[in-house]
């Protein structure tokens, strides 16, 4: 029988778990405390706009600067663009951005695609209509909230919310 004092206890109990973990295999996987990656940081985003636009460059180094990779193509006929994704024309800006399986219209701010592709809702894209002043991109002061449009077959079926 072992004697110990109850001062020893502790210490017999601490070597014995330190003996326990040096005899775990050595190929376990280590144990990682970091949250997954958000669902836009592997996305790229195709920004497509007018040879004329200058305001889409502003909104695409809002994305960039916000870890977005951004590709830019240019149109002459924008219209036709957005005439592929069956975007109302009541809801068309400047410039038409796919991410994933989504368009993104115009100078839609972050919080909107990081819900966009966090839910990912059965919709075909988001928009916000216009180029309101002070948009992601836009210059001005921005005078109230944001209201972005959800697109599903070419009919707006709701806000998608306030930003």
């Known amino acids: 029988m072992l004697h110990t004092s109850r ?3 502790p210490a017999l109990v601490l ?14 996987a280590p144990v990682t405390t970091s949250a997954p990656a958000p669902a836009w940081a592997s996305l790229d985003v195709l920004l497509t706009k007018s040879p004329t636009c200058t305001c889409c460059t502003g909104h695409e180094a809002y994305l960039e600067r916000l870890g977005m990779r951004v590709q830019v193509t240019v149109s002459e006929d924008i219209n036709a663009v957005k005439d592929v994704y ?3 024309a009541e ?3 400047c410039h038409t ?3 994933g399986r989504y368009f993104v219209e115009g100078h839609v701010p972050f919080a909107a695609i990081q819900q966009l592709m966090a839910e ?3 919709i075909d894209g988001i928009s916000l209509p ?3 002043a002070g948009s992601p991109g836009m210059g001005g002061e921005l005078t109230g909230p944001l ?6 077959r070419g009919q707006v079926v709701g806000e998608f919310g306030s930003f």
């Open 130 to 132: 216009g180029m309101p």
């Open 86 to 88: 069956s975007i109302p």
């Open 91 to 93: 809801m068309r800006s």
């Open 15 to 28: 070597a014995a778990f330190l003996l326990t973990a040096c005899a775990q295999p050595a190929n376990r």
């Open 147 to 152: 209201v972005v449009y959800a697109i599903d």
């Open 120 to 122: 990912r809702p059965d």
């Open 97 to 99: 951005s796919t991410i």
């Open 7 to 9: 001062r020893g206890v």
